[in-house]
T-cell receptor
Framework: EPEVTQTPSHQVTQMGQEVILRCVPI?????FYWYRQILGQKVEFLVS????????KSEIFDDQFSVERPDGSNFTLKIRSTKLEDSAMYFC????????????FGPGTRLLVL | AQKITQTQPGMFVQEKEAVTLDCTYD???????LFWYKQPSSGEMIFLIY??????QNATEGRYSLNFQKARKSANLVISASQLGDSAMYFC??????????FGKGTMLLVSP
């Protein structure tokens, strides 16, 4: 069964460093998302991406964040200068579009900023 | 504004019993989708069940069913015949229109032998 994959599963970085989180959505899906979940809290929407551009973003998704689909399969989230409060689980999700309602989530990347 | 409320921080149930996890929502959009996800201790988000706002019948997926009461704006998850592996965090989520998902705070379910 097709699934969303994410790498790395865990990442530890120093405050101020850049990180890139990678995702491979389900191959025929058209809509892509990033969410984050701070430890012990609910899942929060960051950004959605369709047709090679951002379709919606939350207040969390400020200038420090960017997304890219560099090729036909990968979907990346970059945090330019990480802060302590960026420590969270980051989930990528994809949706088929057209008739596809459900967003399927990847296993997540645990980011720890020291 | 969209809002999802899960009032039960934690629930306990014995193996083989049924359990209902509560979820209420608020949206002004006439078209929306309601979802339940399971998050085990390993952290991944597993899709369980979906209900569309115009669906006439309650959704069912194996041991999971969604008790959708549109007038009351509730979308409770019912797990029949609980298993030890059902112990996890459960999140209710809503997608108004074709927007993104808004999640509730979750309910921790513990299934005891």
């Amino acid at each position: 069964e097709p699934e969303v994959t994410q790498t790395p599963s865990h990442q530890v970085t120093q405050m101020g460093q850049e990180v890139i989180l990678r995702c491979v959505p389900i191959s025929n899906h058209l809509y892509f998302y990033w969410y984050r979940q701070i430890l012990g809290q609910k899942v929060e929407f960051l950004v959605s991406f369709y047709n090679n551009e951002i379709s919606e973003k939350s207040e969390i998704f400020d200038d420090q964040f960017s997304v890219e689909r560099p090729d036909g399969s990968n979907f990346t989230l970059k945090i330019r200068s990480t802060k302590l409060e960026d420590s969270a689980m980051y989930f990528c999700a994809s949706r088929a579009g057209t008739r596809g309602e459900t967003q399927y989530f990847g296993p997540g990347t645990r980011l720890l900023v020291l | 504004a969209q809002k999802i409320t899960q009032t039960q921080p934690g629930m306990f149930v014995q193996e083989k019993e049924a359990v209902t996890l509560d979820c209420t929502y608020d949206t002004s959009d006439p078209s929306y989708g309601l979802f339940w996800y399971k998050q085990p201790s390993s952290g991944e988000m597993i899709f369980l069940i979906y209900q569309g706002s115009y669906d006439q019948q309650n959704a069912t997926e194996g041991r999971y069913s969604l008790n959708f009461q549109k007038a009351r704006k509730s979308a409770n998850l019912v797990i029949s015949a609980s298993q030890l592996g059902d112990s996890a965090m459960y999140f209710c989520a809503m997608r108004p229109g074709y927007s993104t998902l808004t999640f509730g705070k979750g309910t921790m379910l513990l299934v005891s032998p």
